[in-house]
């Protein structure tokens, strides 16, 4: 099982990108549930957004109404579109996918990461 994070890059404040997670490997890609963490500098890993089989999104509070998670089954993939990136979005962020795809997706301990990619946001 390999998941491919990319889209990750240096922008302004301000400013958007748009982040992809391509799963290879999960059979029945559509039980699963897909997450996207990030880690800062000195700071603890926090999950951003999730997305459960059932198309049940989560969002932490510092990104609603900026970020937003969707999925497509047909290409294995799940993006995260970050708009109006502040600089404490400045992490690097990683996907996750576990077949607990039912479940309420932030408390879902996930079994598959991928490598990380990084998201520089700075003037």
């Known amino acids: 099982v390999q998941l491919q994070a990319s889209g990750g890059g240096l922008v302004q404040p301000g400013g958007s990108l748009r982040l992809s997670c391509v799963a290879d490997?999960?059979?029945?890609?559509?039980?699963?549930?897909i997450a996207w963490y990030r880690q800062a500098p000195g700071k603890e890993r926090e999950v951003v957004s999730c997305?459960?089989?059932?198309?049940?999104?989560h969002y932490i509070d510092s990104v609603k109404g900026r970020f937003t998670i969707s999925r497509v089954n047909a290409r294995n993939t799940v993006y995260l579109q970050m708009n109006s990136l502040k600089t404490d979005d400045t992490a690097v962020y990683y996907c996750?996918?576990?077949?607990?795809?039912?479940?309420?997706?932030?408390?879902?301990?996930?079994?598959?990461w991928g490598q990380g990619t990084l998201v520089t946001v700075s003037s």
């Open positions: 490997g999960l059979q029945h890609y559509d039980y699963y549930a």
């Open positions: 997305i459960n089989n059932a198309d049940a999104t």
């Open positions: 996750a996918a576990d077949r607990a795809g039912g479940s309420y997706c932030p408390f879902i301990p996930y079994e598959h």
